[in-house]
Structure formats: structure tokens, C-alpha cells
């Protein structure tokens, strides 16, 4: 079993900046690929950022250029860095982690981007 901690979303202005937390409890965190979704309410959850354990990195379209995902493996964290947040990055975001078979969640962190 893992389990994933999020932390570090909050009530932001629009233009305004968030850096989101995952630490993960598993030993072998640093070759799994983890990665960072959002759902808004009435809206489907759609995958934000991800990075493997190799450290390569892959984005939304909606955030290219203004959100950066990357990760310490040595703390077992993952890393979402946000900037020009806009009001609709509005969400619950999320950690996920892949392995094998198994599919791991966080619990979420509210992130609420002010007009």
C-alpha cells in the first residue's frame, strides 16, 4: 500500500503563484512516474502534469509555460510549481502514482484562484 499527502494548495489572486507538495510512503518512489490531476466540480478529472522516474516531464496544454511538475527523490516528493494562475485553475488537484497494477491517489488539496 502507498499512500500519497498533498499539500500546499490555498486561496490565491489570479496572476499569483502555488507550489503543491506530494510525498509519497513508498521506498521504491524513484522509478515510478506520478502525476498531477485536477477536477473542478461538475467537470471530469483531467490530468495536469506528469514526470517519470527518469525525470521526464509531459503537460496539459492549458498550463504549458506556467506550471512546472518535477521531483526530489531522495524525500519522496513530487513537486507542482504554479504561475499566472487564472480562476480556472480552480480544482482540486491530485497525486497519482502508478504501480504496476496498482493505482494510488491522494487525498487532494483545494487550490482557488481569485478574479
Known amino acids: 500500500q502507498v499512500q500519497l499527502v498533498e499539500s500546499g494548495g490555498g486561496l490565491v489572486q489570479a496572476g499569483g503563484s502555488l507550489r503543491l507538495s506530494c510525498a509519497a510512503s513508498?521506498?521504491?518512489?524513484?522509478?515510478?512516474?506520478v502525476g498531477w490531476y485536477r477536477q473542478a466540480p461538475g467537470k471530469q478529472r483531467e490530468l495536469v502534469a506528469v514526470?517519470?522516474?527518469?525525470?521526464?516531464?509531459n503537460y496539459a496544454d492549458s498550463v504549458k509555460g506556467r506550471f512546472s511538475i518535477s521531483r526530489d527523490n531522495a524525500k519522496n516528493t513530487v513537486y507542482l510549481q504554479m504561475s499566472s494562475l487564472k480562476p480556472e485553475d480552480t480544482a482540486v488537484y491530485l497525486c497519482?502514482?502508478?504501480?504496476?497494477?496498482?493505482?494510488?491517489w491522494g487525498q487532494g488539496t483545494q487550490v482557488t484562484v481569485s478574479s
Open positions: 497519482n502514482l502508478v504501480r504496476g497494477r496498482e493505482n494510488y
Open positions: 513508498t521506498s521504491t518512489f524513484f522509478i515510478h512516474s
Open positions: 514526470i517519470s522516474g527518469s525525470g521526464s516531464t
